[in-house]
């Protein structure tokens, strides 16, 4: 079984190295840029899941429910905590 938390950790540390301050002082990464991210592809079995389990636990935040690659590499996935 995947674990989620360790998942979850990854995935903070990929948006806090590809990711920029916004004026907010939060970090945030594009959902296109961590998708083609070599390092993340081969980190991330279920890149999607990931995301979805650290915004359920509110580490992260973007809009919408599924994130699709294409239709939505322009959506800031947001570190919540820092």
Not at 2 to 30: C, F, P, W, Y
Not at 54 to 73: N, S
Request: charged share 25%; proline share 0%; hydrophobic share 45%.
């Amino acid at each position: 079984t995947m674990n989620v938390e360790h998942e979850i950790s990854l995935l903070v540390e990929e948006i806090r190295r590809l990711g920029t301050k916004n004026a907010d002082g939060q970090v945030s990464v594009k959902f296109g840029v961590l998708f083609a991210d070599e390092k993340c592809a081969n980190l991330f079995e279920a890149l999607v899941g990931t995301l979805k389990a650290a915004k359920r636990r509110k580490i992260i935040t973007y809009q919408g429910e599924l994130l699709l690659q294409g239709v939505h590499d322009n959506v800031d996935i947001i570190l919540l905590q820092d």
